[in-house]
């Protein structure tokens, strides 16, 4: 973020015109913020924190490597995304991020289909299911890298065809890992939610995101 010119030299100001140019030189000091995702959900998780930011597609090959686990995939594509975006902006603090969802070992990717999502609906019918949500916090300039999981244990409820059909109609979460959205109709679909960090399973843990970018030189709560 571009920083504010120097002023001339003056009089001495009063405490409140001192303060608003202390929270100025505070505010110019920060690095610009740039998420590495064009996922909608994320923005949305992102814009909680109050933050300015910018969005940045990250242009990344997002098909699992053979032999991959969910976790690893995830853990994978979070730091390929904010690396690619960070080596075109190397002074800003990178956020990436991504989601797998496992089941019996095996990833479950977003359905894409509303035939996908009935499959993927009637496979995770009365199972469990874990969400690997990952998250990479990079900043080229000062060489710092930060990444963490967040694993989502999540439990379905035992689902009828008609319920998993109005439900596809009603949402069409045909870009949710998964094939459900937990913070809209979705969280009708199961029994119980295990986690540490509440935001996970919607796409981005914010709870590590603020804790790597106070480390990066952004903290959430000094504006």
Do not use: N, W
């Not at 999502?117 to 990079?138: D, E, I, K, P, W």
Request: charged residues 25%; contains cysteine.
């Amino acid at each position: 973020m571009p920083g504010m010119p120097a002023p001339a030299p003056a009089a001495p100001v009063g405490p409140a015109t001192s303060a608003a140019g202390a929270a100025t030189r505070t505010h110019a000091a920060r690095p610009p913020l740039i998420l590495a995702s064009t996922s909608p959900y994320r923005r949305e998780l992102l814009g909680r924190l109050r933050l300015v930011f910018d969005v940045a597609a990250p242009g990344v090959d997002e098909t699992p490597h053979p032999g991959e686990r969910p976790a690893e995939l995830a853990g994978r594509l979070s730091r390929a995304k904010a690396q690619a975006v960070a080596a075109r902006h190397p002074g800003a603090v990178v956020i990436g991020s991504d989601q797998v969802c496992e089941l019996d070992g095996e990833a479950l990717g977003k359905p894409g289909t509303h035939e996908r999502a009935v499959q993927q609906l009637h496979r995770l019918s009365g199972r469990r299911a874990v969400f690997h949500t990952s998250v990479c916090v990079l900043r080229r300039d000062t060489g710092y890298e930060a990444h963490d999981a967040a694993p989502v244990v999540v439990r379905f409820r035992v689902l009828a065809a008609d319920e998993i059909e109005h439900y596809l109609r009603t949402e069409q979460p045909y870009d949710c890992a998964g094939s459900a959205k937990c913070e809209t109709l979705g969280i009708a679909l199961l029994e119980a939610i295990e986690s540490d960090d509440p935001t996970a399973l919607v796409g981005l843990p914010l709870i590590r995101t603020s804790r790597m970018l106070r480390a990066a030189g952004i903290d959430v709560l000094r504006p």
